[in-house]
C-alpha cells in the first residue's frame, strides 16, 4: 500500500510526521558536489548507483553535475530509471531468466542498457533476449577481483567471454565490471587500498591480454563510496559506481582515513525522522521507530548530533533509548534524527522522501524504485 505523505511543503521540520525518511538537501547537495570534484581531476567518470537512492530524481541531479548514467541491481529497477527519464544505464549485475531479460531488452528505445555476465550461458541467453528484440545489447563481463560472490577469473576466462560475446550478432562487448563489495566496508585505507591495488591488477591484466585479441574495453566499472578513491587514480578504472556518498550511512563513517579518525569526506544527509512515544521511565525513552523503519544489519541507527543518547535496542515498532543521568531526558513529542546503518534497505522501506532544508520542508521525492527487487 502506498504510504500518504508525511509531511507538505512549507511545513516545520518538528510538524513531519513519522516515522519518516528526511533528506537533508544541503548536506546532500554538499556530497554530489563534493564526488564530482574529487573525480574531476582523475579523468574517471562517475556512474552513480540507483540501489542506494531508487529515484529518478535524485539520478538526475547526480547527471546534472557529470554523472555518465546510473548502476542498477535488478531490472525493476533499470525499468523506474529509465522510465524517469535516465538515459544511461548499467545493470551491475547478471540477470537470468527469459521473463527479465525480454524486460530488459524493451527498454532498449528509451535508453542505453548494459548488462553484465559471468558464464557463457548467460551470453546466449542475453543473445536470444537481444535478436528477439531486434536490438543489440551492450554486455558487460564481470571479473571476481577479491569479493567472493560474483564474477568470472580474470586474465583467459574473462576474455573468453568477452570474445564470445563479440562474436554474437545481437551483442556488443561494453567491457568489465570489477567491484569488490567486501573492502567497501574494510576500515582502514590500507586495507582498502591493498585490496583495490589487486582488484586493478587482474582488471590490467584481462585489459591487456583483450587488447592482444583485437577487443577494445571501453569501460572498466567498479569501485564503491569507501575505495572510489584508489580506483578512480587506478589509471584503470574508467567509471565509479559509488552510491551511498550521496547519503552516508553510519556503517561508512566508521570507516578510517590516513590520520586514524573516521571519515569525512561527505556529510550524513538520509535521516529516519522518529518521534519520542514514552518517557515514563528513568534514563530511557522509547521511538515510534524500529525494525520496520530503518535496516539493522548494519547495527542500530545513531542518534545524530546527540553523542549522550544512544539507540540500545529496537523490536518492530519501538526504537529504545538509554542516557546517563547528567543527560536531559528527551521530551514526549520530541522528534530526533537517526542515521541509519545501512542507507539502501532503510530506503526501501519509504514511499517518500522528505526534502528538508533550514528546518522547512522544501519538497517531496517519491522513492519510485522501492520494492524492485526482480
Not at 56 to 62: G, I
Not at 102 to 112: M, V
Not at 146 to 162: F, N, Q, S, W
Request: overall charge neutral; proline content about 6%.
Amino acid at each position: 500500500m502506498l504510504q500518504p505523505p508525511p509531511a507538505c511543503p512549507g511545513m516545520r521540520e518538528d510538524e513531519i510526521d513519522t516515522p519518516a525518511l528526511v533528506l537533508d538537501l544541503d548536506a546532500f547537495e554538499f556530497n554530489l558536489d563534493r564526488m564530482a570534484a574529487l573525480l574531476a581531476p582523475t579523468g574517471t567518470k562517475l556512474r552513480a548507483h540507483a540501489k542506494t537512492h531508487k529515484s529518478p530524481v535524485v539520478a538526475l541531479r547526480q547527471m546534472a553535475r557529470g554523472a555518465v548514467g546510473q548502476c542498477v541491481q535488478k531490472v525493476g529497477e533499470a525499468e523506474v530509471m529509465a522510465w524517469g527519464g535516465v538515459p544511461d544505464i548499467l545493470v551491475s549485475n547478471e540477470v537470468v531468466g527469459a521473463a527479465k531479460l525480454a524486460r530488459l531488452a524493451a527498454l532498449a528505445p528509451i535508453a542505453r542498457i548494459a548488462v553484465c555476465v559471468d558464464d557463457a550461458a548467460q551470453v546466449a541467453a542475453a543473445e536470444r533476449a537481444a535478436a528477439d528484440a531486434a536490438i543489440r545489447l551492450s554486455v558487460l563481463v564481470e571479473i571476481e577481483v577479491g569479493g567472493g560472490r560474483c564474477g568470472v577469473e580474470a586474465g583467459p576466462p574473462a576474455v573468453a567471454l568477452a570474445r564470445q560475446i563479440a562474436a554474437s550478432k545481437h551483442l556488443r562487448f561494453g567491457g568489465l565490471q570489477a567491484y569488490h563489495g567486501s573492502a567497501q566496508h574494510w576500515r582502514t585505507p590500507e586495507q582498502r587500498r591493498t585490496a583495490i591495488a589487486a582488484a586493478s591488477e587482474g582488471a590490467r591484466r584481462t585489459v591487456e591480454q583483450l587488447r592482444q585479441q583485437g577487443l577494445d574495453c571501453p569501460i572498466v566499472g567498479g569501485g564503491g563510496t569507501g575505495t572510489f578513491e584508489f580506483e578512480s587514480t587506478s589509471g584503470v578504472y574508467t567509471e565509479i559506481q559509488a552510491g551511498s556518498y550521496a547519503f552516508m550511512d553510519a556503517d561508512y563513517a566508521r570507516n578510517l582515513n590516513a590520520a586514524g579518525a573516521p571519515v569525512d569526506t561527505f556529510r550524513h544527509a538520509l535521516f529516519v525522522l522518529a518521534t519520542v512515544m514514552s518517557a515514563a521511565k528513568p534514563g530511557v525513552a522509547v521511538l515510534d521507530a524500529g525494525h520496520k523503519a530503518y535496516a539493522v544489519d548494519s547495527g542500530l541507527p545513531l542518534v545524530f548530533q546527540r553523542p549522550d543518547l544512544r539507540l540500545t535496542g529496537a523490536s518492530d515498532e519501538h526504537g529504545k533509548l538509554e542516557f546517563g543521568a547528567e543527560t536531559a531526558a528527551p521530551k514526549l513529542g520530541e522528534k530526533l534524527r537517526l542515521v541509519p546503518g545501512h542507507c539502501d534497505p532503510t530506503v526501501d522501506r519509504y514511499d517518500w522522501y522528505v526534502g528538508v532544508r533550514a528546518g522547512r520542508v522544501e519538497c517531496l521525492w517519491p522513492v519510485a524504485a522501492r520494492g524492485a527487487f526482480m
